[in-house]
């Protein structure tokens, strides 16, 4: 009895409280009010992420200044001791090179050849779909799987030598010479993602409106101006989706490198991915390899956000 | 672009595109080619069709690289992390899509972070979470790995999907009485089916796909993935070409079939997916 008077006093009082001003538990509410979902919905992934990403890295960030090497109870605070050192580092330097060579020439290779591509699979030729199929598939394939493949394709006796042969040009060493190992590892690269760039493309060329282009050529464009001026400034927004997608890429190499070539011959190959999983792992240097690594981070955002910028802006000029 | 009429140009077009898919394709070729042959053929002949197929380098491939286990141990992987990428990346989603504005942008940057953080600082630490939590070598540590790695751009992904249903589907939800769960599982869900496809296609190839993660957390266990059981036997049985390419084979066939299954709705989900 004395119960249910209670609780019925208890509602009539909260509906009375909401008519009025806010009751006191409305300030938390506020507070924490989301303006629509409860929170429950976003905790369980800021917690995954909080534990599994940024704990990690912060961690890692703070070993960068110590003399860590991973396994130790004993961790001694040591400054910058690890960033002088890689100063004077050859191999440090040499990683960074080879890097951003790859890097780089990945972005020319599959813009380029991706826009090809895209402009060919996208004309009215027959075999469009097939070519797509043909051209995409290698995208999906393990990367380290495929890179074995390529691995006997460039070996001594392998089919790249015996095809030099059969039109009598002497035999290279695809994966010992150091020019030629960067080579290779850039065209297994090439051949696995340039299917990306073309998709890419090809949703960008798929969104162009065919009015302006049949204008152009009413104008009297003939098909390389037409794309020059016509498609490709509409093409924008994708090329700075393939620009930054191969940058990063190419930034963050390893799968290739340890199939083909180990970072040989000699330091050769070596990038700085694979150099800091070298680093910290085999060598149980951690800590120097955590300064690497944020180092390598530093360098990338040096380079990604600024031509993020630049693209984005072109967009905005075009667009 | 315009289509225009099938001229001499289109056809010069279409014979040097064919080419080049060819001599693209030539390598796949090869590795199926010298899979079905033995030593001495392939030794003598490797670029010639099998006429006489051998099928001993897969069966020994199968049993020396202890494949099936290797196969299973994906499987898992693959599943329990898509589970949970989901799930957990649908949630978040809903709730960012629905929050204030300021509130928004920030928790969007957070997560952003991720991505310009490197992750290798993170990995160190992180193994030795694993391993003071004895998961090292098996399926979890790598579950809870992709998890937090995917989680970001998998939000992303549902975020500017849900942004684009009108908040007036949730509303009739609620006057009709329903909680946030059941506007959710009944409403939101249901509608974000395509893009739960794209999730689920590119989460699924990058973690059947990923070397690195499971060399460091499963190398030498009898849980390895895939990539890794592959790796492990090419880089001892290098002499025999035969047997390493029949190990390639049975490695990239999953994929190759789930590609030959949903070769449209993977361009589509490669094109579309990764501009988040």
Redesign the interface.
């Known amino acids: 009895m004395d119960g249910t008077a209670g609780a019925n006093t208890l509602t009539v009082d909260s509906a009375a409280g909401e008519l009025a001003t806010p009751p006191p538990q409305s300030l938390w509410r506020r507070v924490l009010a989301s303006g629509g979902v409860s929170y429950l919905f976003i905790l369980p992934a800021v917690a995954i992420y909080v534990a599994v990403i940024l704990a990690p890295i912060l961690m890692g960030a703070g070993y960068a200044f110590t003399d860590w090497d991973g396994l130790r109870q004993i961790v001694n605070y040591n400054g910058l001791a690890n960033f002088r050192r890689m100063i004077g580092d050859q191999q440090v330097r040499s990683a960074i090179s080879t890097t951003l060579i790859i890097a780089f020439s990945l972005v020319v290779v599959k813009v380029v050849l991706g826009l090809v591509l895209a402009l060919v699979v996208n004309s009215n030729v027959k075999s469009r779909n097939w070519l797509r199929l043909v051209f995409f598939m290698p995208v999906v394939l393990t990367p380290i799987i495929v890179s074995y493949m390529w691995k006997y394709i460039f070996s001594n006796n392998g089919t790249l030598n015996t095809l030099l042969k059969m039109v009598g040009l002497e035999p290279l060493r695809w994966l010992g010479d150091p020019t030629l190992a960067l080579i290779s590892v850039i065209i297994v690269t090439s051949w696995q993602s340039v299917g990306l760039s073309m998709v890419i493309f090809l949703a960008g060329l798929q969104a162009v409106p065919p009015e302006l282009e049949e204008a152009a050529t009413i104008d009297g464009a003939n098909p390389l101006q037409r794309i020059w001026h016509v498609t490709l400034p509409l093409l924008a927004p994708a090329m700075t989706v393939c620009v930054v997608i191969a940058l990063i890429q190419g930034l963050r190499f390893f799968d290739q490198i340890y199939a083909l070539t180990r970072g040989g011959p000699g330091y050769a190959t070596e990038t700085l991915s694979t150099m800091i999983y070298r680093i910290s792992f085999q060598f149980g240097e951690f800590s120097y390899g955590a300064a690497v690594a944020m180092v390598f981070s530093l360098i990338v955002g040096v380079i990604v956000l600024p031509v993020m910028q630049v693209l984005r802006r072109r967009e905005i000029a075009h667009g | ?4 009429r ?1 001229t001499a140009g ?1 056809f010069a ?2 014979v040097a ?2 080419v080049a ?1 060819i001599c ?2 030539f ?2 070729y ?2 199926v080619t ?1 899979a079905l042959k033995e030593r001495s053929t392939w030794s003598r002949n ?2 010639s069709p099998p006429f006489n197929p051998y099928f001993g380098n897969f069966k020994q491939a199968w049993h020396e690289a202890y494949l099936g286990d290797a196969l299973i141990s994906s499987i898992v992987v693959v599943t329990l992390s898509l589970v949970i990428l989901v799930t ?2 649908a ?2 989603a ?3 899509a ?3 504005p300021r ?1 928004g942008y920030t ?1 969007y940057v957070f ?1 952003l ?2 991505m ?11 193994y ?2 694993m391993r003071d939590l004895g998961l090292l070598g098996t399926p979890f540590s790598l579950v ?2 992709y ?3 995917q ?2 751009f998998t ?1 992303f992904l549902y975020t500017g999907y849900i942004r684009a249903l009108p908040r007036a589907y ?1 509303e009739a939800a609620k006057i009709d009485g329903a909680t ?1 769960m059941q506007t ?1 599982l009944h409403v939101i869900f249901p509608m974000i089916r395509p893009v739960t496809g794209t999730v689920i296609i590119l989460n699924c ?1 990058f973690v ?2 990923d ?2 993660t499971p060399l ?1 957390y499963l190398q030498g266990s009898r849980w390895a993935t ?2 890794v059981a ?2 492990a036997f ?1 880089d001892q049985e290098i002499t025999d ?1 035969g047997i ?2 029949a190990a ?1 084979v049975i ?2 066939a999953p ?2 079939a ?2 030959a299954v949903l ?1 449209r709705h ?3 989900g ?3 997916g ?2 988040a």
Do not use: H, S
């Open positions: 672009m315009a289509k225009g099938y289109t077009v279409e595109a064919t898919a693209f394709i390598p796949v090869l590795l010298i490797p670029m957990v990346g949630f978040a809903y709730f960012l629905r929050c204030k509130l928790l997560f972070l991720a310009v953080l490197p992750f290798q600082l993170g990995l160190l630490p992180l030795q979470m809870i790995f998890c937090g790695y989680l970001p939000v949730d946030d959710f190839v059947w796909n070397f690195m460091l895939v990539p592959v790796a090419v070409w390493v390419f390639l490695g990239i994929v190759m789930l590609f070769q993977m361009m589509e490669f094109a579309g990764l501009k």
